[in-house]
């Protein structure tokens, strides 16, 4: 595809908050078609809760697919790995997401060009299961930069989620990771994502470079549709999602994010006040 890079003017930080159900983002309609990786969080501080339990406070195990009754979950290896999950649509994952911390335990953090009607969120996703259920996504925040134009440089947007029935929230039941912002662009990070055409993730270590004056890129191979919106993560904290740039990348093998600065700590603080 031709990459178009939106001019970087001056933005502000206003949100667009969409209570799903309303309609499309402009600009946000699509999958990624381009590459993608992912990022899969470090541990959290938040302990890692057994994957699958009959309690009334927790998720139960949900297969997403239709085949034959899926074997039980596998253990989580720790809460952050939880933390990270496959957006659903239509039935199908189409985009990666991932927990970042909040008080109200309820936040979800992707690229803005994944948002579309009728999402759901799957944390832990695996072989076709769902050792924590799924959620449903209710409300969308996004730039106003890129409500407006797709700015490139505002692809990421916060969804919050909530699981009917479920009194607890879902870091308390995940672990997440803290949102890293103005930390330069250079790092080694974790890379995890979702191909749309396979039900588990895969994972690459990569180091980041500067690539603009608002994108970074790593180079980690075999990031292909439906990674797009996964977290990078350093240290605890997630620095990145894949998009921006050609929305990820025209390659399997590169992958670019918009930097984490003033732009999305603002859209943070707008969301969880």
Known sequence: MVAIKFPRTALTAAAALLVMGTGLVLGTGTTADDAYAAGAPVPATTSAPAPVTTSASAPVATSVTPAAPAAPPAPAKSAAASAVGALFAGGRHFCSASVVHSTAGDLVLTAAHCVRDGMTFAPGYHDGVAPFGT???????????????????????????????????????????????????????????????????????????????????????????????????????????????????????????????????????????
């Open 135 to 273: 959620w449903t996504v209710t409300s969308v925040a996004v730039a106003g930069g890129w409500t407006s134009s797709a700015d490139p440089d505002l692809d990421f947007a916060f969804l919050t989620v909530r699981q009917s029935g479920n009194p607890a929230s879902l870091e308390s039941l995940t672990g997440a990771n803290v949102l890293g912002t103005n930390r330069g662009f250079e790092h080694r990070i974790t890379l995890t994502g979702y191909p749309d055409t396979t039900d588990s993730p895969v994972v690459c270590d990569g180091n980041t470079t500067r690539s603009g004056d608002y994108q970074q890129r790593v180079a980690c191979p075999g990031f292909p549709d439906g990674t797009s919106g996964g977290p990078w993560v350093t240290g605890g904290a997630v620095i990145g999602v894949i998009g921006g740039y050609q929305l990820g990348g025209d390659t399997p093998d590169v992958s670019y994010s918009a930097y984490f600065d003033d732009d999305i700590a603002k859209l943070y603080a707008s969301v969880t006040g």
